[in-house]
Every structure is written in C-alpha cells, then in structure tokens.
C-alpha cells in the first residue's frame, strides 16, 4: 500500500494544528500535559483516517 505520510509529518502536521487552534507556538509549563496530549489525540486520530482512506483506495484501485 501506498504511504500517504509518514508518522513524523503526521505529528508535524497534529502539532501545527494545535499550535494553531491554542495560540501557542510552545506551551506554559502549565498547560503542557493538554498541549501534548491534544498532539498526541489528533496525531491517532489522522493515523486512524488516512488507515481507512488507504485501504477504501487498495480496494477502489483493485477493483473491490
């Protein structure tokens, strides 16, 4: 199957949304834990989307 992207641009990319959405390029002490647990949610969940897009597409290109 094709790789779409790679665990590290995932991140990166997680990371860049929640910089984004939150307003901080680097979190306070404080609020860390939510920061890196929100990167650590986001990133799952586009693992989990381009999953079910890549295979929906193995499926779509092998005539399935």
Do not use: C, W
Not at 1 to 13: K, N, P, Q, W
Not at 20 to 26: D, L, N, P, W
Not at 30 to 58: C, K, M, P, Y
């Amino acid at each position: 199957s094709d790789v779409v992207a790679t665990d590290e641009e995932i991140r990166a990319a997680a990371l860049q949304f929640v910089r984004k959405v939150s307003g901080f390029r680097e979190p306070t002490a404080r609020h860390r834990d939510a920061f890196e647990g929100a990167v650590d949610d986001i990133t799952i969940a586009s693992q989990r989307l381009l999953e079910s897009i890549a295979g929906n597409l193995a499926g779509a290109r092998s005539g399935g």
